[in-house]
C-alpha cells in the first residue's frame, strides 16, 4: 500500500498478493462473470469496499478468472486474478490505482494490520491478513507485509455490502 504524497489521491496504489503453496485445498468456487466480485480491505480501523462487476472479468484458461478494467469505468481496481496452477498454486492479487478513482485507505504510519476478504459474486470467500508477517516499511507513505500467515476467522472482516 503506497501514498506517495498525501496531496495528491491519484498517486495512491494497492497491491494485495495472496499465495498459498502447492499442497492446499483451496479451489475457485465461483464464477464472477455471471456475477462480479468484491474485495473488502481493512488497514487497522479504516475499510474499504471494492467492486468488482461481472463485465470485466474473464476465464483463465479452466484455472481461474482476470479481472481488468485499466481505465477506471468500474473504480479504481485496476487489475484483479484469482487461480489454481496446474501445480497447485493458490493465488488472490489485486491491483488498485488512485488514478482510477477513490483510495481512501492509506498507510497510518506506522500500522499494525491489513485484512482482505475476496468474495466471488454467488461463490466463496478468500481471505488474507498481515497478522504475523514482516511489516517493512511501515510508515506514513508504505504499508507493506511479507511472510503472512492465514488469517484465524475468513468471516470476521465480512463480504462488502
Same mark, same amino acid.
Given at each position: 500500500? =503506497?501514498?506517495? #504524497? $498525501?496531496?495528491? %489521491?491519484? !498517486? ?6 495472496? /499465495?498459498?503453496?502447492? @499442497? ?41 478468472? =482476470?479481472?481488468? #478494467? $485499466?481505465?477506471? %469505468?468500474? !473504480? ?6 484469482? /487461480?489454481?496452477?496446474? @501445480? ?74
Amino acid at each position: 500500500m =503506497k501514498n506517495p #504524497d $498525501p496531496a495528491d %489521491a491519484t !498517486g495512491r496504489k494497492v497491491l494485495w498478493l495472496v /499465495k498459498e503453496a502447492a @499442497g492446499n485445498t483451496n479451489m475457485v468456487n465461483g464464477n464472477p462473470i455471471a456475477n462480479g466480485a468484491t474485495l473488502n480491505l481493512k488497514l487497522d480501523a479504516n475499510t474499504q469496499c471494492f467492486q468488482m462487476p461481472s463485465s470485466g472479468w474473464s476465464n483463465i484458461d479452466g484455472i481461474g478468472f =482476470k479481472y481488468a #478494467d $485499466p481505465m477506471g %469505468a468500474n !473504480g479504481p481496481v485496476k487489475k484483479a486474478e484469482i /487461480k489454481r496452477t496446474p @501445480g497447485g498454486v493458490f493465488q488472490v492479487k489485486v491491483i488498485i490505482s488512485g488514478k482510477n478513482g477513490a483510495v481512501n485507505i492509506i498507510p497510518p504510519g506506522p500500522g499494525t494490520e491489513a485484512d482482505m476478504n475476496f468474495h466471488l459474486g454467488g461463490g466463496d470467500q478468500y481471505c488474507g491478513s498481515t497478522a504475523g508477517g514482516m511489516l517493512n516499511p511501515n510508515d506514513a507513505t508504505t504499508f507493506k507485509a511479507k511472510d503472512s500467515g492465514a488469517p484465524a476467522n475468513c468471516a470476521a472482516l465480512g463480504t462488502c455490502p
